[in-house]
């Protein structure tokens, strides 16, 4: 199992470009989690999905757009990418057994936005 | 609103010392749950433990333990015999209740083990 998988590793954007990241998981997960970290203020949680089709909101969600087409896969996407974007973007996921607590994290998405 | 808060915003420990990581917590919900995470240098995300707020014992996963005190709202991280690889960032994080497992995340303590 390859696990939580993300593309690209690396990206370096200008001011108003637009990309999208994804995130591949290969363990059945339900739920899958895009966040933000940033120095000094931890991961923040942009947007989730709690199954194929859905999405939903989180703590930090503008100037993004997310979609769950597939159950496998989770992208995230920047419309006019801004300084302000330049972050780790960390894929998480989760299945929805409760006998499985923890979320799954990717390798994280290093991007910069000039 | 709920809320995770760790005070030390760096710590040194002498290697095989023991360790103790702060992390305070603030919510109304009944059911939630706490984790820690270690971020190394490489930067991935790696899960070390788990503590259910109805768990009435405290979670230990090898040389980890969690020092749960419920009424104080605390979730601490004990590493004991610290290893020169233990040096990491180290995050605390709640599980919101309800259906969307969300995670909310302390601003995290970088640990340093020195030899």
């Known amino acids: 199992n390859a696990g939580v998988t993300q593309t690209p590793k690396f990206r370096v954007l200008k001011t108003g470009q637009s990309m999208t990241l994804l995130c591949a998981q290969d363990?059945?997960?339900?739920?899958m989690y895009w966040y933000r970290q940033d120095p000094g203020m931890g991961l923040r949680l942009i947007h989730y999905?709690?199954?194929?089709?859905?999405?939903a909101k989180g703590e930090v969600p503008d100037g993004y757009n997310v979609s769950r087409l597939k159950k496998q896969n989770f992208l995230l996407g920047l419309e006019s990418a801004a300084p302000s974007q330049t972050s780790v973007y960390f894929c998480a996921s989760r299945s929805d057994s409760f006998s499985y607590n923890e979320q799954f994290f990717g390798p994280g998405t290093r991007l910069t936005v000039l | 609103a709920q809320k995770i808060t760790q005070t030390q915003p760096g710590m040194f420990v002498q290697e095989k010392e023991a360790v103790t990581l702060d992390c305070t917590y603030d919510t109304s919900d009944p059911s939630y749950g706490l984790f820690w995470y270690k971020q190394p240098s490489s930067g991935e995300m790696i899960f070390l433990i788990y503590?259910?707020?109805?768990?009435?014992q405290n979670a230990t996963e090898g040389r980890y333990s969690l020092n749960f005190q419920k009424a104080r709202k605390s979730a601490n991280l004990v590493i004991s015999a610290s290893q020169l690889g233990d040096s990491a960032m180290y995050f605390c994080a709640m599980r919101e209740g309800g259906a969307t497992n969300k995670l909310i995340f302390g601003t995290g303590t970088l640990l340093a083990v020195q030899p």
């Open positions: 363990m059945n997960h339900e739920y």
């Open positions: 999905s709690v199954g194929e089709g859905t999405t």
């Open positions: 503590q259910g707020s109805y768990d009435q």
